[in-house]
C-alpha cells in the first residue's frame, strides 16, 4: 500500500480492492453506500468516511481521517497487508475458482472488531442484511457507540427489546454473560485452534457452525473457517462434492467469499 497525507484526507493506492464487493457483502453490517458510490462506516467508534478515486490504478480517499489512524486501524481492517493478488494467483490453480476471482476480484476479509463480529453474527441469524443493520442500528444509538461487553453486562433479553431482535436477544445475552464471567475469553478463542475456538463458540446459546464460521473468519481472522450457508451448499453441490480442492488449503474462508458471489451471479443473485 502507498499512501499519502492530503489536508484532513488520505490518499492510498492498493490493487485488489473494490469497496462494493468488500462492504457490502454480508461480513459487516455498519456500512452504508452513498448516492455518490462511497461508503460510510465504522470499526467499533471510529468513523471512516471512503470512497473510490480511481478504480483502474486502485486509488481510494479517506476523508477527515489521520495517518495515524490510517497505520494503527485501517490497514489491519482492510486487509492491507495481505498480497490479495498472490491468494488469487493460488486459488486460480482451480478453474472454478478462477471464474470466482474474476468475477469478485475486489473482496478482502475484513479485520473486524471480536466481539462486534460475534454479537453481529448472532443478531444475522435468520435475518436479513436490512434488518440486521436496523438491529445493530438502534444498538450503537442507544448506546451511543458500539457497546463493549462490559457496557452490555447489565442487560437482558426483555431490556433489550428495543432493539426488536426476537429470539436472537437471549442470545446475544448468554454471549455477553460468558464473556463477562470468564467462561469464554475473546484471547483463548483467537488463540485456539479452528475446530476448538468453533466448539467455544457453540458453547454459546443459538451459536451454531455458521454463526461460529463465519465469526471466526470475520473477527478473529481464521482464514480456514469456512462458513455454509444456502448458497456454499450449493456452489459444493455443484462443483466440489468432494470437498474443497487443495489450492485453498488454510485460506478457505477467502475462497468462500469469491465463490459465494459467483454462485450468485451464476443464479441471477448479483
Known sequence: MDYSVKGNDIIIKQPDFELSQTLDCGQAFRWEEQADGSFKGAFVNTPLHISTLDISDGTFILHDTTEDELLNIWFDYFDLG???GEIKRTLSEDK???KACDFAYGIRILRQDSWEALSSFIISQNNNIPRIKGII???VEHY???PSINDMADETAESLGFLRAGFRAKYLVDAVDKLYRGELTIDSIKQSPLYEATKKLMTIKGVGPKVASCALLFGFYKTD???VDVW???VMSEFYPNGLPE???????IAQQYLFHYIRKLHGKV
Open 137 to 139: 442500528g438502534r444498538l
Open 225 to 227: 473457517a469456512f462458513p
Open 232 to 234: 456454499v451448499k450449493r
Open 144 to 146: 451511543g457507540g458500539y
Open 82 to 84: 495481505t498480497d490479495y
Open 96 to 98: 472454478t475458482l478462477k
Open 247 to 253: 489450492c485453498t488449503k488454510g485460506i478457505e474462508g
